[in-house]
């Protein structure tokens, strides 16, 4: 099973709301990232966790905030978004981070900023 | 700085054709992973090649790995239209920041 999981789908919200974007797998795997991605653009990384911390952060805005709860869980938390951040998010997992690792994917949450 | 650079950057071919996408770099890679994805969908893994010199199979996708892990190549046989997607290469590298690095990405369109 190569399984990575994102809910929802979808998400629309507006500037001063807060929301919640959920990746999970249960490959065992102990790295997990989120990408970032423009229509017609390769993804753009985000963040990296390794072994349930975050290992890079690739000067992301603080409005948002990474979260890891365990080995198969991974969160992105979104607060007073721009409508510059509408993008395809993408959450992926590999074994642990390292170069020759295989990253899987999951199918993404198309979020529209309002 | 691009530092996997894909080409072509777009394709459009009759089915039937056949086709290389190319993905190089000046700097040395441990692997090179290709996908493809389709719009609004993740990528989907398609092979992770590692050794220099190594070539895969996939039905009628062969994989390429240079001899000096800098580059790699896509072939893609009698292309059909259930090919067309974005077709994207990636490097992991043991120096430096330990993340993928994306190509920029080949769409390849296959007409009917």
């Known amino acids: 099973d190569t399984e990575v999981t994102q809910t929802p789908k979808h998400l629309v919200m507006g500037m001063t709301n807060k929301k919640s974007l959920k990746c999970e797998q249960h490959?065992?795997?102990?790295?997990m990232y989120w990408y970032k991605q423009k229509a017609k653009k390769p993804p753009e990384l985000m963040f990296v966790?390794?072994?349930?911390?975050?290992?890079i952060n690739e000067s992301v805005p603080s409005r948002f905030s990474p979260e890891c709860p365990n080995s198969s869980l991974l969160n992105l938390h979104l607060h007073a978004l721009q409508p510059e951040d509408s993008a395809l998010y993408l959450c992926?997992?590999?074994?642990?981070?390292?170069?020759?690792?295989?990253?899987?994917f999951g199918p993404g949450t198309r979020l529209t900023v309002l | 700085t691009q530092l996997l650079e894909q080409s072509p950057q777009f394709l459009s071919i009759q089915e039937g054709e056949n086709l290389t996408v190319y993905c190089n770099s000046s700097s040395v890679f441990s692997s090179l992973q290709w996908y493809r994805q389709e719009p609004g969908e993740g990528p989907v893994l398609l092979v992770t090649v590692v050794t220099g010199g190594e070539v895969k199979k996939l039905k009628r996708l062969t994989f390429q790995f240079g001899d000096a892990r800098k580059d790699s190549s896509l072939h893609i046989t009698a292309a059909q239209p259930g090919d067309t997607g974005l077709y994207l290469c990636?490097?992991?590298?043991?120096?430096?920041?330990?993340?993928?690095?994306f190509g920029s990405g080949t769409r390849l369109q296959v007409q009917p």
């Open positions: 992926a997992s590999s074994q642990e981070g390292g170069p020759t690792d295989t990253q899987y």
């Open positions: 490959m065992g795997h102990r790295a």
């Open positions: 966790y390794s072994y349930e911390k975050l290992s």
């Open positions: 990636a490097g992991g590298r043991d120096t430096g920041r330990r993340a993928l690095t």
